[in-house]
């Protein structure tokens, strides 16, 4: 149980574009879900926590307006990163917490693989 | 703030033999940690969590951790190294009670030889 995909797992873009990747959780509600990025041979770190229904915080220093984060259900959540530059090339990952039973856990998707041409 | 510190960015080690994957923390209270394991197109993988329990923390896969507070450590120790087991390991310290806030170390790769 507790499985988290993503889609896609990897993505091409042009620069100037905007590109979509979605979050679910496949047996399991989840209320909050998480955006981290990961650069090469780095840690992950977190870019906006989002509450289902609600707006996502964002971490200090992420351009909400560049990378727009809906949760508009419990299983499922989308960054969309619009206007991509080459910069925003990177590995994205999501996780979501299940509540159930007080288990505070974060179970992670595999990621998806973003280059921006 | 808190941080973690993964001192090795590359273990190896021989299929057999024990594996030890260092994590220093910085905290200024009681704090959560947490191991993550990361395989090749696969979500990370939650190895092991201390919460201010026992000290001595088991995992899966044989893994376990000691919470060292005199030496702000947590390292993760495994006696006996399987092939499968060759990834990519993450110290994780958490900000709150909820777990929400993780904070990451910069990961450590576990090379296993035959």
């Known amino acids: 149980g507790a499985v988290v995909s993503q889609h896609p797992s990897w993505v091409i873009c042009k620069s100037g574009t905007s590109v979509k990747i979605e979050c679910r959780s496949l047996?399991?509600?989840?209320?909050?879900m998480f955006w981290y990025r990961q650069f090469p041979k780095q840690s992950l770190m977190l870019m906006a926590t989002s509450n289902e229904g609600s707006k996502a915080t964002y971490e200090q220093g992420v351009e909400k307006d560049k990378f727009l984060i809906n949760h508009a259900s419990l299983t499922l959540s989308t960054l969309t990163v619009t206007s991509a530059h080459p910069e925003d090339s990177s590995f994205y990952i999501c996780?979501?917490?299940?509540?159930?039973?007080?288990?505070?856990?974060?179970?992670f998707g595999p990621g998806t693989r973003l280059t921006v041409t | 703030a808190q941080s973690v510190t993964q001192l090795d960015s590359h273990v190896s080690v021989s299929e057999g033999t024990p594996v030890l994957l260092r994590c220093n923390y910085s905290?200024?209270?009681?704090?959560?940690l947490f191991w993550y394991v990361q395989h090749p197109n696969k979500g990370l993988q939650l190895l092991l969590k201390y919460t201010s329990a026992a000290t001595l923390v088991k995992g899966i896969n044989g893994f376990e951790a000691e919470f060292k507070k005199s030496e702000t450590s947590f390292h993760l120790t495994k006696p006996s190294a399987h092939m499968s087991d060759a990834a990519e390991y993450f110290c994780v310290v958490s900000e709150d009670t909820g777990f929400q806030k993780l904070v990451f170390g910069t990961g450590t790769r576990l090379l296993v030889s035959p």
């Open positions: 905290s200024s209270y009681s704090p959560s």
């Open positions: 996780s979501a917490m299940d509540f159930r039973g007080a288990i505070y856990e974060q179970y």
């Open positions: 047996d399991f509600q989840a209320t909050t």
